[in-house]
């Protein structure tokens, strides 16, 4: 890719820039008059979506969602290693269980040795 259509790449991305974001992570704090006169139109766009009541309510049930999703996906990892623990401690009692066995059928033929 040429250098200077690069450039320009680079700076219509950054009206994207995670940095600019507001508190609300969907406002960008972004200025128009910070950028070329051609890329104005599309942060005009971006910001008017955002005034959009229907657009902001999408905005906030996709936010709720996303928040569940997590929830469950945290769910799900820590019953897994609930499990995995659970199972590691059985591992554990049963490997000494046969320990202890080991040392008595030892004793016993230590026992029976005149």
């Known amino acids: 890719m040429r250098k200077s259509r690069r450039d320009e790449l ?55 969602f996303l928040s569940e999703l997590q929830d469950y996906e945290n769910r799900i990892v820590d019953e897994r290693k609930l499990k995995e623990e659970a199972q590691r401690k059985q591992e554990e009692a049963q490997r000494k269980q046969e320990e202890a066995q080991r040392k008595q059928e030892k004793l016993r033929e230590n026992k029976r040795k005149p």
Do not use: C, G, W, Y
């Open 10 to 64: 680079e700076v219509l991305l950054s009206i994207f820039d995670q940095d600019n974001r507001a508190q609300n992570h969907h406002i960008m704090n972004v200025k128009e008059t910070d950028f070329p006169e051609k890329f104005r139109p599309i942060i005009r766009r971006l910001q008017s979506a955002t005034q959009e009541k229907e657009v902001r309510d999408i905005m906030i049930v996709e936010d709720d």
